[in-house]
């Protein structure tokens, strides 16, 4: 079964700093896709960034880029410079072509940008 | 842009109630997904259908079940609601393939009384 560590429950960053949340995964498919998503309060599911499984270079999307370790089954998303909007509730997420492509998902990180 | 809409952003209901809870998306996608989102827990998949009439069941499907007649429309059914069912729920879809295109709901906060 596929699972999905995120093992922060909450960040702090100070504003223009560079923040980088984890996520681990668990999985036997070698075919598969990795996601972070990004909830405001608001509630809306708010897509960041995606990498696949046999993607070589990590993925990168503006001020986010994802710091993919396949050996270690790692998919950890860094923000650059950060800003005072990117305080959220983030989500590490994870797909298989098995699996009539659900996402499963983490259990998310709180950051909250600070002055 | 792909949209998905369900139909309300917040329900109160009592206790026993049959509830419905409805999402519709534009862009003809085969792949429609229900999701409950908890403190804590992140979100948990329901139920999923990857066709008309097609359903699978999720990781938490006790107490739910749905309903796909139409490809653009897939329904959330609890069909005698309990407080333990208050709940954040979030409809997804998406295209066949692997890789991106999954769009979300703005999800309905669901609170059983």
């Known amino acids: 079964a596929q699972k999905i560590t995120q093992t922060q429950p909450g960040m702090f960053v100070q504003e223009k700093e560079a923040v980088t949340l984890d996520c681990t995964y668990d999985t036997s498919d070698q075919s598969y896709g990795l996601f972070w998503y990004k909830q405001p309060s608001s509630g809306e599911m708010i897509f960041l960034i995606y990498?696949?499984?046999?993607?070589?270079q990590n993925a990168t999307e503006g001020r986010y880029s994802l710091n993919f370790q396949k050996a270690r089954k790692s998919a950890n998303l860094v923000i650059s410079a950060s800003q005072l909007g990117d305080s959220a509730m983030y989500f590490c997420?994870?797909?298989?072509?098995?699996?009539?492509?659900?996402?499963?998902f983490g259990t998310g990180t709180q950051l909250k940008v600070e002055l | 842009d792909v949209k998905v809409t369900q139909s309300s952003r917040y329900l109160v209901k009592r206790t026993g109630e049959k509830v419905f809870l409805e999402c519709v998306q534009d862009?003809?996608?085969?792949?429609m997904f229900w999701y409950r989102q908890d403190p804590g827990l992140g979100l948990r998949l329901i139920y999923f259908?990857?066709?008309?009439?097609?359903?699978e069941k999720g990781d938490i499907p006790e107490g739910y079940s749905v309903s796909r007649e139409k490809k653009e429309r897939f329904s959330l059914i609890l069909e005698s609601a309990s407080t333990n069912q208050t709940s954040m729920y979030l409809c997804?879809?998406?295209?066949?393939?692997?890789?991106?295109?999954?769009?979300f709901g703005s999800g309905t906060r669901l609170t059983v009384v």
């Open positions: 997804a879809s998406k295209s066949p393939g692997l890789g991106r295109g999954y769009t």
């Open positions: 862009m003809d996608h085969e792949n």
């Open positions: 259908s990857y066709d008309v009439k097609m359903k």
């Open positions: 997420a994870m797909s298989f072509t098995g699996g009539g492509n659900k996402l499963t």
């Open positions: 990498q696949g499984s046999y993607d070589e």
